[in-house]
């Protein structure tokens, strides 16, 4: 995911330090090519030879260091990244980002980086809350620091409170939200749905599908990756959502349907991945089941249908996909919704086809609009997401 991108990563000294050699690992498992600075004091928390064993390359402490080849080190280095993240930022670390002060190695080449610079301040809270460190943070975020900030628990001084380093998949997510794709859809806002949708027929039970969200997520991922601003309503599922994604649960198709008709105006680009269920029982209040029945009879009725209703108030500019779900003639079945619905795509799987549909992490997707049949290899649901997200910008 990071392969040909350049991470240059600054090691301060906080007890955190320790976490970072687990954080390098993982960014060379996504391929980055990495280097490490560190402060005088963050040697005495971690080793440069951990960081230089992970990575294969020098990990560098001192500026004045002359066992290396020869180049302008602190300058070449920061001219190499494609992002800066400094974890943990001490208090001094910061108090000198925020003032030009420029002593060490690290603090050297953050000066001269004109990448994106990440900084994750980790320390006692005491410490974290002083308004001295509050300023130096706020002046961070002028000069255009993303700051992730810190998260509560117990610290290792034994108090509780505000100050822990975020996890390492936290840093990493950082990371990846400011290299790993380019930003094609910059000032973009989508808005996807994904998940099940749940109708109760009594306190005890409810009716729904075999939707597990990865479709839906995995678009709001890379749509998130890209660059948009993305809104991600959903019904329940066992998934973690993405990161810098704004979550909006919901449980019924009514609920969806009312936060879709909030959310659509402002929206530029609709994905509904949702796998709506298509019924719902007739007057809850009104049920009765009977435990010694064994028959069950529910009346039923037709649950909103979503996607018909967006499209009826789709506005100019803006583009609605739809996605079909069948079991048996893909294509002719997924154009008639294409018309029925009336939006600019649908993408068609196929229930039938192995490693496709509900609960996979690939799937086997045919992109139809009204002039073009698109059919696309089987692929993970990721790489099916930019398919679909590539397709919508292209059109
Ligand atoms: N959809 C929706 N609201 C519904 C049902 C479906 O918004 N009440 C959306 C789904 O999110 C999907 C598309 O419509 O994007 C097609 O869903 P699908 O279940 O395949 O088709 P249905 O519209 O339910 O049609 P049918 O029952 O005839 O297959």
């Not at 600054?10 to 996504?30: D, E, F, W």
Request: overall charge neutral; aromatic content about 4%; hydrophobic content about 40%.
């Amino acid at each position: 995911m990071l392969k040909g991108k350049s991470v240059l990563i600054g090691v301060t000294g906080g007890i955190a330090a320790y976490k970072m050699a687990g954080v390098c690992s993982s960014l060379i498992k996504l391929h980055a090519d990495v280097d490490v600075m560190m402060t005088e004091n963050a040697c005495n928390f971690i080793t440069p030879i951990t960081f230089e064993s992970l990575t294969s390359s020098k990990c560098m402490v001192d500026t004045f260091d002359r066992n290396f080849q020869f180049d302008i080190r602190h300058i070449s280095a920061a001219q190499k990244a494609d992002v800066l993240l400094i974890a943990p930022a001490t208090a001094n670390v910061i108090g000198k980002l925020a003032n030009g002060i420029a002593d060490d190695m690290l603090t050297t080449t953050a000066l001269a980086c004109r990448c994106d610079k990440i900084i994750a301040p980790a320390m006692n809270t005491n410490m974290f809350v002083n308004p001295v460190v509050q300023d130096n943070i706020e002046k961070l975020k002028k000069y255009g620091w993303t700051v992730i900030p810190p998260e509560s628990g117990r610290l290792a001084c034994g108090a509780i409170g505000t100050g822990k380093m975020p996890s390492e998949e936290v840093l990493i997510s950082y990371i990846l939200r400011s290299i790993a794709c380019n930003k094609d859809l910059s000032g973009k806002k989508v808005l996807v749905t994904a998940g099940p949708t749940c109708e109760t027929i009594d306190p005890v039970r409810y009716i729904t599908n075999h939707s597990t969200g990865k479709m839906g997520y995995a678009i709001a991922n890379r749509a998130m990756l890209r660059g948009a601003d993305v809104t991600l309503i959903t019904g329940k599922t066992q998934i973690q959502p993405p990161p810098f994604v704004n979550v909006v649960p919901v449980v019924s198709a009514e609920e969806m349907y009312n936060e879709v008709i909030e959310n659509a105006d402002s929206a530029d680009i609709i994905i509904m991945a949702a796998a709506v269920a298509d019924y719902r029982p007739k007057n809850v209040s009104d049920q009765k089941i009977k435990k010694s029945d064994s028959d069950m009879e529910i009346k039923l009725e037709r649950t909103k249908d979503i996607l018909k209703e967006v499209c009826k108030h789709k506005r100019n500019g803006q583009f609605i996909c739809g996605f079909s779900m069948e079991t048996e003639n893909l294509i002719e079945n997924s154009r008639k919704k294409l018309e029925k619905k009336n939006c600019d795509m649908i993408a068609a799987n196929s229930l039938k086809c192995e490693g496709a549909g509900f609960g996979t992490d690939t799937n086997i997707i045919t992109l139809i609009t009204n002039d073009s049949i698109n059919e696309l290899p089987f692929m993970t649901k990721e790489q099916a997401a930019d398919r679909i997200l590539d397709a919508i910008i292209s059109i």
